[in-house]
T-cell receptor, first 118, second 111 residues
């Protein structure tokens, strides 16, 4: 299957700092990328859908000013958690669709970034 | 509101048995169906997808789709302890390319 990388895999930061997470599609171009958050033993929660060259679409309840998403190229999307607080500690996972946007393309996940805010 | 329902489990099966994981969905216009495996502390990994009614086999895995009943299942033959994980069902279509995920079923394969 297609490969999606994420960096960093793990980050520990102090409260109030900002953290940037990168998501890259390594062997395909991804017009659409998704950002998820997952708390321990809980289900995936979609945070936002990111389309190359346009503003991200955020799910209800997700603060766009706190979770900044930039999808500057067909292979790179970034999520910046601004002024992180302990309640932002979670497992952040990106994913990317192969091919053009549509129902019949596959979605592959990055390995995830575990964020711990002290 | 599109919904994808899965029994959270855990589903416990002995090694070598067939594990049957089920998923129902609410949107009759759904077009594509995916099964992901997620080990604890890891991200989901795509293991199967199916678009047409009927069965699709890949190694020890068989996906079964019944659009009339709005039901998709995953069978794992000759279950191994390494199959122990949470299995997520995802559904796309009905005018949206954004997948809707179920909460996942925890599978435990005991020796």
């Amino acid at each position: 299957g297609a490969v999606v990388s994420q960096h960093p895999s793990r980050v520990i930061c102090k409260s109030g700092t900002s953290v940037k997470i990168e998501c890259r599609s390594l062997d395909f171009q991804a017009t659409t990328m998704f950002w998820y958050r997952q708390f321990p033993k809980k289900s995936l929660m979609l945070m936002a859908t990111s389309n190359e060259g346009s503003k991200a679409t955020y799910e209800q309840g997700v603060e766009k000013d706190k979770f900044l998403i930039n999808h500057a190229s067909l292979t790179l999307s970034t999520l910046t958690v601004t002024s992180a607080h302990p309640e932002d500690s979670s497992f952040y996972i990106c994913s990317a669709n192969t091919g053009t946007s549509g129902s019949y393309n596959e979605q592959f996940f990055g390995p995830g970034t575990r964020l711990t805010v002290l | 509101q599109k919904e994808v329902e899965q029994n959270s489990g855990p589903l416990s099966v002995p090694e070598g048995a067939i594990a049957s994981l089920n998923c129902t969905y609410s949107d009759r216009g759904s077009q594509s169906f995916f099964w992901y495996r997620q080990y604890s502390g890891k991200s989901p990994e795509l293991i199967m997808f199916i678009y047409s009614n009927g069965d699709k086999e890949d190694g020890r895995f068989t996906a079964q789709l019944n659009k009339a009943s709005q039901y998709v299942s995953l069978l794992i033959r000759d279950s191994q302890p390494s199959d122990s994980a949470t299995y997520l069902c995802a559904v796309k279509g009905g005018g949206s390319y954004i997948p809707t995920f179920g909460r996942g079923t925890s599978l435990i394969v005991h020796p």
